[in-house]
């Protein structure tokens, strides 16, 4: 897969941090040892986002969604297979294995969220922040197999954006609920209206992030929300980069699609997530 600031495919056991030095994050820590691997919940002292629940926000000619999103029901949360006990650690392991390389540097915190590409499908990723990588990992976790994975270097991405999700006034598409994060490269670089149009298109300059539906769990709930993940990102960049040109900054995450059919269904399916469906797992 070729894409700006992605990086190789490896084979490493490099989680041994005896003799590296740590970094410090707000963030989601995972600790893995050479033989046992412990999925630990993320630090408790964490900022957290505005704390309310309020109507739909309409600005000029657009609406943005809720800052909270409502939880589930227990029945359609307990069919999400990451959920099951094991399965994030045996996922966290097989990726440990198969995906990092020793020249990622050593691994930050993993969290479990939804990706929303630029067709406004959302999609299961595991994201493992190491010091020089941010590996983004499509991982199946009914069969427990890595299915596709990228990597972009963190001194590549030049813009965080931090903010509700924006919609066309006139669209027909109900405005998603909670945070979202973006994570751009290229220095602005915008898309052809051809990887636009592209619903599989790769080398899109940006990736966009909101919380996993798992966030309001009671396990491990940080593991899966947005917020704790900004932290520790944006931290990480800044290191890797020495601080250098970061833009930051708290706008709403526009999207420009008035009638979204297509997503509506897909998002409404979780086609995107691992969960048992009617008996039928996929």
Known sequence: MSNPGLGGVGLDDNLDDRNTQEVSFKGGKLSLADDVSTFRPNDPKDETIMNVDIPSIRRSNSVCGRPQTNPLPDTIQDCFFAGKKGRME???????????????????????????????????????????????????????????????????????????????????????????????????????????????????????????????????????????FKNAVTQAIKAASGNNDLNVNDDPIRFTIHVGLGSAVYNQSRIGFSRERGGISF
Not at 117 to 125: A, L, R, T
Not at 206 to 220: E, G
């Open 90 to 228: 045996g996922a966290v392991n097989d990726c440990k294995q198969k995906v990092l390389d020793e020249n990622d540097g050593k691994v930050q915190g993993v969290w479990l969220l939804t990706e929303i590409d630029h067709w406004d499908n959302e999609k299961e990723k595991l994201v493992m922040l190491t010091e020089k990588m941010l590996l983004i990992i499509k991982y199946d976790f009914v069969v427990e197999r890595v299915k596709d994975h990228k990597k972009i270097m963190l001194n590549s991405i030049d813009t965080v954006q931090f903010g509700l999700f924006e919609y066309p006034d006139k669209t027909l598409v109900h405005p998603r609920d909670g945070f979202g994060l973006k994570l751009s490269w290229g220095n602005g670089q915008q898309p052809s209206l051809v990887q636009m149009w592209n619903p599989w298109s790769t080398s899109v300059p940006w990736m966009i992030f909101t919380s996993h539906p798992l966030q309001h769990s009671a396990r491990d709930t940080k593991t899966y929300q947005i917020e704790s």
